[in-house]
């Protein structure tokens, strides 16, 4: 008879320990939740968001000779106000004709280190790996696995702008 | 006397007699001697680490467009600046330096065995988040070099299958290397690779603790797991040393030693100097990453580009799991290395590879070499205007970046010193004009006449005839 009432008093005790165990863990996991997820989507959302493109001013028309290459500059995609420098983003513009100009990016398609045009040669190389394109931005020699990149360029009231893109990862498209 | 009950206040209420002393007291083996010290020195160095790191970033300004004034003003302005940083940078290589070759005398010398897993698993951990933080370090230097290198990273991160993208976007904190990305690689270097270290050694240091320095190996004396444990501590009651002060002078002087080495080299070598501004639209950086991973460099360079994704990805993981699961694959039998001749293999194959693969990555013989010199006279050795324009025309178009002429030019492609032995007029106009692997195609950039001037050029290049005596 006792035995009974015993074990019926040890089962209440373990049945409210194993509640207790319970609310602690769930109230725990509530606790950890409520601490880490607003940092996590903080920290995530640049993964997610995608920056809007802006037509960028490079420069009047008739600075740019027609059959050269240059360098320019200009602000990338995602510009944050302390950016300084770093918010520039370069290309190689070329003029092709009177109306038509061609903007690749200067960043190799392979691991995306920037790329030197050689005039003389006609030719892309990357200092890193040994990567060439020729004038029209395909592979030539070394590890890249595409052309290279290019941008959109137009003509506006005399002046030539650049479309402002994400940096193209070679794997970008995939997104 | 007030002194003294202040003391017994203290150890009293810490526990510094009870808890902490037996820890440095503890009995280790005698014959722990020279063999020894690297684990302490590595820890040593990260103490030297979170010192120069914590005096940097009073100073540092981790945003894209103050980094670089930041750090040239340590450098040039700062009282003590210059040899903070050099500390840091010294302190970097020695960390990690030592950490590799702590862990490879561990592997000689078999220490991961039984009861020691753990040790060394932790231990292959926080050698990668070692790794870790000298990449994330180099990129916070923040100049033309480090902003390229974050580039490269999220160019390798892209490379994931599927998430590739995501992964890039993450690391930059954005499409593009920016405003957010050094901040993002600020909180990692600073706040978690350095708490993951920190937790790292914890464990390894307790695991030490709980299952004491290993012996030297002895071939007569097999690892058993079923007689191991006991064997140890008879041992250790027979032949064992308290570890402090009878073992540990040996770590001190070692470390001694070495924070000596870091000091003058921060003194008379000083910090990398910074490269170019950060400027992303920089063409003419050479990224190139510091030395100790000048190895991964020179592979990413060879691979022919359908092995690349799967190498560049692959081969930290593969890296990481062979390392990790050394304990896992054998965790008895011999410890001593003429027992084990495949370990002196491993550890002699790839300190070899090492070596050859971080000269190769520095000579960097597969980069165009854009600094080329023209020809000089006496070597193009020829009096025709013709041929002078040819050789003119072989540094002009690009021809030298890549090729090398008697010590002229690069080394990416064959050498052509005597290149009109090889190759006929045919031969030579063929290659030019089509290319071929790993050649560009020059029909395009060539007139007729340039092309005749190069390979008439070329034909003249030819090896001596011996003078054949009388
Ligand atoms: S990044 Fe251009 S060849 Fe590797």
Not at chain 2, 37 to 64: H, K
Not at chain 2, 108 to 117: C, D, G, I, T
Not at chain 2, 271 to 293: Q, R
């Amino acid at each position: 008879m006792s035995e009974s009432v015993d074990s019926s008093e040890t089962s209440a005790e373990d049945n409210r320990r194993g509640f207790l165990a319970r609310l602690s863990l769930i109230l725990s996991g509530v606790i950890g939740a409520a601490i880490t997820l607003p940092g996590v989507g903080f920290v995530l959302a640049p993964v997610f968001s995608r920056e809007p493109r802006v037509w960028h001013r490079l420069g009047k028309v008739d600075s740019f000779e027609v059959g050269k290459t240059v360098s320019v500059e200009f602000q990338n995609a995602s510009v944050r106000k302390w950016a300084g420098v770093t918010a520039l983003t370069g290309a190689w513009l070329r003029r092709v004709s009177d109306e038509e100009f061609i903007a690749f990016s200067i960043n190799c398609r392979h691991l995306g280190c920037p790329v030197n045009w050689i005039e003389d040669a006609s030719l892309f190389m990357c200092p890193c790996h040994g990567g060439v394109y020729y004038s029209d931005g395909e592979v030539a020699a070394g590890p890249p696995p595409e052309p290279l990149a290019r941008y959109e360029v137009r003509v506006r009231k005399g002046y030539v702008e650049i479309e402002t893109s994400p940096v193209p990862l070679t794997t970008n498209d995939q997104v | 006397m007030m002194i003294a009950e202040i003391w017994k206040w203290i150890d009293d209420r810490s526990g510094f007699s009870d808890v902490v002393k037996p820890m440095l007291e503890h009995i280790v083996p005698s014959d722990a001697r020279w063999w020894y010290v690297f684990g302490s020195a590595t820890l040593c160095a990260f103490i030297v680490q979170v010192l120069s790191g914590i005096a940097l970033a009073m100073v540092y300004v981790p945003g894209g467009d103050a980094a670089y004034e930041s750090l040239k003003y340590i450098t040039n302005d700062a009282t003590f600046g210059y040899m903070v940083r050099g500390m840091h940078y010294y302190g970097a290589t020695a960390m990690v330096m030592l950490a590799v070759i702590h862990m490879t005398q561990v592997f000689l010398h078999a220490s991961y065995k039984f009861p020691r897993e753990m040790n060394w698993m932790s231990g292959v951990v926080l050698l990668f988040v070692v790794l870790g933080m000298a990449f994330t370090g180099q990129l916070l230097r923040w100049d033309a070099n480090g902003v390229w290198s974050v580039m490269v990273a999220g160019e390798m991160a892209g490379r994931v299958p599927f998430i590739g993208a995501y992964i890039a976007h993450f690391i930059l904190g954005g499409e593009t290397v920016g405003g957010s990305t050094l901040s993002r690689f600020f909180a990692i270097h600073v706040f978690i690779l350095p708490g993951l270290i920190f937790a790292g050694i914890g464990l390894h240091m307790w695991l030490i603790l709980r299952h004491g320095i290993s012996e030297m190996p002895k071939v007569d004396q097999p690892v058993e797991p079923q007689t191991y444990k006991e064997n140890y501590e008879a041992r250790l009651e027979k032949t064992g040393v308290p570890f402090w002060p009878v073992a540990m002078w040996r770590d001190v002087l070692f470390s001694a030693l070495m924070v000596g080495v870091i000091l003058l080299c921060s003194l008379f070598l000083g910090p990398p100097t910074l490269g170019p501004s950060p400027d992303p639209a920089y063409i003419h950086a050479n990224p190139m990453p510091d030395w100790y991973f000048w190895w991964y460099f020179a592979i990413l360079s060879m691979l022919p580009p359908e092995l690349e994704t799967y190498i560049i990805l692959g081969m930290p993981v593969l890296g990481f799991v062979a390392l990790f699961v050394v304990p896992l694959l054998s965790n008895r039998g011999h410890r001593a290395p003429s027992k084990r001749p495949w370990a002196i293999g491993t550890v002699v194959f790839g300190a070899t590879a090492f070596v050859v693969l971080t000269i190769y990555g520095y000579r960097k013989p597969w980069s165009p070499d854009f600094t080329v010199k023209p020809l000089p006279a006496e070597l193009v050795n020829s009096n025709d205007p013709h041929i002078q324009k040819g050789a003119e025309l072989v540094h002009q178009k690009g021809c030298l970046y890549c090729h090398n002429i008697e010590g002229y030019g690069g080394f990416r492609g064959p050498e052509l010193t005597y290149i009109g032995d090889r190759l006929d007029r045919g031969e030579l106009t063929i290659r030019i004009t089509n290319g071929g692997y790993n050649m560009p195609s020059f029909a395009a950039s060539l007139s007729a006449e340039e092309m005749e001037q190069i390979v008439d050029f070329l034909l003249t290049r030819t090896e001596p005839k011996p003078e054949v005596a009388k």
